[in-house]
């Protein structure tokens, strides 16, 4: 059975990064696509981008763009997500999730809960 | 990115039946046969109700089924009960070039 792990909790100041992990296992890493979605709290869920492990290529939502980098290390088989420049209203729980070619979500991490605060 | 739009509030009393729309553009909804619904119940991450328009994964209950017609899909719980009860999101890919996704803004189901 396949599990996404997310990195813990993070608080961070306006203008800080922040970089939020997510290992799987019990499947082939390189197989699917990680999407990273977000939540902002009481809000829906919002499409950020994703990474295709194997080739390291990456898409992103435009509203993103320039803001967010997501990577991956195949040797440990977890992909990260880093977002810059942060503000107030990107505190929200982040998701990963597996996909596979223009497929479903399916199994979704945990979540990390990343707060914005001065 | 316009999200798609699903209504924000259903309710029904246990038994019956409801169904929940995802209205998008033939560039999304209307252009792939990819919709997906998401069941998230408070605190805990989305599941996966229906892919691909009407598939049930393994383990889902065949009270959801899904469809569509144009640019609009709509999902179905029939014989509705109390834990059906939490928020449901539709996605669906807006370009098969780059792979974008896009979410619906979410339902609210109140099982009465």
């Known amino acids: 059975q396949v599990h996404l792990v997310q990195s813990g909790a993070e608080v961070k100041k306006p203008g800080a990064s922040v970089k939020v992990s997510c290992k799987t296992s019990g499947d082939t890493f390189t197989g699917y696509y990680i999407h990273w979605v977000r939540q902002a709290p009481g809000q829906g869920l919002e499409w950020m981008g994703w990474i295709n492990p194997d080739s390291g290529t990456t898409n992103y939502a435009q509203k993103f763009q320039g803001r967010v980098t997501m990577t991956r290390d195949t040797s440990i088989s977890t992909a990260y997500m880093e977002l810059r420049s942060l503000k107030c209203d990107d505190t929200a729980l982040y998701y990963c999730?597996?996909?596979?070619?223009?497929?479903?979500?399916?199994?979704w991490g945990q979540g990390t809960l990343v707060t914005v605060s001065s | 990115q316009s999200a798609l739009t699903q209504p924000a509030s259903v309710s029904a009393s246990p038994g019956q039946s409801i169904t929940i729309s995802c209205t998008g553009t033939s560039s999304d909804v209307g252009g792939y046969n990819y919709v997906s619904w998401y069941q998230q119940h408070p605190g805990k991450a989305p599941k996966v109700m229906i892919y691909d328009v009407s598939h049930r994964p393994s383990g889902v209950s065949n009270r959801f089924s899904g469809s569509k017609s144009g640019n609009t899909a709509s999902l179905t719980i029939s014989g509705l009960q109390a834990e059906d009860e939490a928020d449901y999101y539709c996605s669906s890919y807006r370009s098969s070039s780059t792979l974008d996704v896009v979410f619906g803004g979410g339902t609210k189901l109140t099982v009465l």
């Open positions: 999730a597996r996909v596979g070619y223009m497929e479903w979500f399916d199994p």
